[in-house]
């Protein structure tokens, strides 16, 4: 597998570019580039990636709603993320990656309507339109289980995959977005083994993160860097060590060098404590 995460020395070009990777040792990067608007420096950050053996995990499309209740902002979703598609398949990221989007006002907010068969059918519909708009030839449109909406699960995240029926739709893993009850917290390991079982041959990319639970009613959970937390990393890693090696691990959601460095150091742990190479 390949560890990455964000990069904090200055650049303006591929070179600088890949030299704060290297600095940071990542073998796996984001993309560099969110908008397709000069179609040379997207090709050269490309042969960068390529000739330096850096592979770029994902162009994010975040905060964009393909499914939002207001047609305007539904419209606009999905041509982002039909641009942001476009862009992972010219840059060579493996990915492009969103949530399923929200029938809230905000992209990614919790509904009442979140598992209804009109939602299903709608989600069903946008990502539908987002591949055949884009039309990638080498990149996958993925999308994130979360906590309250679907996916939420292997099951229902292959439910999705058959019902979509896109080549170019695939799975983007991030386990800690699916611990959401006190049963799966204390039994991470075997919802992690499950979700590799059954959606394995679909990961394109992984999130790195951790995930405490606080002795404080009701239920309350928190995101934490990795190692803070209950995440079982050995676990993780070890289902992950399996797919193609070429697959990211990309450490996000915190704060400043200094955290990305500890939670990589973690992660690096747990993998020679393993025999597992990043």
Known sequence: MRLGGPVFKSHNDPEGWIAALKYHGYTAAFSPIREAEDSDLVDAYAKAAEENDIVIAEVPAFGNNPISPDDATRKQGIETCQQRLALADQIGARCCVNVAGSRAERWAAPHEDSYTEDTFDLIVQSI??????????????????????????????????????????????????????????????????????????????????????HDKLTVHLDEVRPGLGNLDYKTFLQELNKLDPNTPLMVEHLKGEEEYTRAADHIRSVATQNGITL
């Open 128 to 213: 539908r339109e987002i591949i055949d708009g884009a039309n990638p030839k080498r990149s996958f449109y993925t999308i994130e289980m979360m906590p309250w909406m679907i996916p939420d699960s292997a099951d229902s995240n292959l439910e999705l995959l058959k019902a979509i029926d896109r080549p170019q739709l695939a799975v983007h893993f991030d386990p800690v977005n699916i611990v959401n009850s006190p049963r799966r917290y204390f039994n991470n390991g075997a919802l992690i083994k499950e979700c590799f079982d059954k959606l394995g041959p679909y990961i394109k990319s992984c999130h790195a993160k951790d995930i405490l639970m």
